[in-house]
């Protein structure tokens, strides 16, 4: 008889631990549903070389490009404190490996820019205000009123043809993960030593994983510094070829970002000579920026 009263109220004890314990679980964990809104994207896998070598065979099925297309400018900086936009704008881009390009940008159908570069040296010919200004690709430009946006077309060419990733170049290229909102990327940084014997950082290229798209490429200069910032998207097949119909340019450095959006696009077709020379303009009010180097 005692035994059996003992029995229950050591049973009874554990029934009311095991209740408190219990009741305790329940306040302290929930189970929530996370809204498919929310839940990431699927996300594929690749090797460092399988990237490396993705990219670099969209580098070099690049020969030749023409494109046709749109134009959204924006100048200044918030640091600035001031923000200039243009009129969206039409025009032309035909491009040739390895340097030359030329870039018409029109108004109502009307010439209002035309810019050609080659390995070393740019021309601007800004046609209503009779102007052909003169500089070359690195040179760096100090703001000036006369031109009053540093638009080169080295930078359009550099975004629109990126060059290859070459272990000749880039001795150390790491592979990292990342993840924004609900999309996840890889991205590869291609570093270079200097000449103090130290390794810098000069690219990072970015993959979206769920296609393995490339998505965005950033340049930095030998401090670490971001010169260049390029945003791929809206990825078409065009005859085998896989190219961006929207591409940002933004260039912090020189105070602007240039959004264009391509309506045709054309791959390696052959190109004369003679669309890489501009129009000329005798009595045109030249600008020789080499000058105040």
């Known amino acids: 008889m005692y035994f059996s009263r003992f029995f229950l109220i050591i049973l009874g004890t554990s029934c009311l631990w095991i209740a408190i314990i219990s009741c305790s679980a329940l306040r302290t964990k929930q189970i929530q549903r996370v809204p498919n809104s929310l839940i990431p994207f699927p996300a594929r896998t690749a090797t460092r070389i399988d990237l490396i070598n993705k990219f670099n065979q969209f580098s070099k099925s690049i020969e030749t490009l023409q494109l046709k297309v749109s134009y959204e400018l924006t100048g200044g900086s918030l640091e600035a404190g001031e923000i200039q936009r243009w009129r969206e704008s039409e025009g032309f881009i035909i491009l040739r490996k390895p340097f030359d390009i030329r870039i018409i940008v029109q108004a109502f159908q009307v010439k209002v820019l035309d810019m050609v570069s080659d390995k070393t040296q740019f021309l601007i010919v800004v046609p209503p205000k009779n102007k052909l200004i003169r500089g070359l690709n690195n040179q760096v430009i100090a703001p000036r009123k006369d031109v009053p946006v540093n638009v080169r077309p080295q930078h359009i060419f550099e975004a629109l043809a990126p060059l290859p990733i070459e272990k000749k170049s880039f001795p150390l290229i790491s592979l990292e993960e990342n993840q924004e909102g609900r999309k ?106 080499t000058k105040e180097i």
């Open 184 to 289: 996840k990327f890889y991205i590869l940084s291609a570093h270079e030593w200097q000449s103090e014997g130290r390794l810098s950082l000069k690219r990072k290229i970015w993959f979206d994983r769920l296609d393995l798209s490339i998505t965005k490429q950033k340049q930095y200069s030998h401090e670490g510094k971001l010169e260049t910032e390029v945003a791929y998207n809206d990825f078409q097949e065009i005859n085998t070829q896989i190219y961006p119909k929207v591409i940002h340019i933004r260039k912090p450095n020189d105070s602007y970002s240039l959004m264009i959006r391509s309506e045709t696009i054309q791959f390696n077709v052959l190109l004369d000579d003679r669309v890489f020379i501009l129009d000329k303009f005798p009595r045109a009010k030249e600008i020789d920026l």
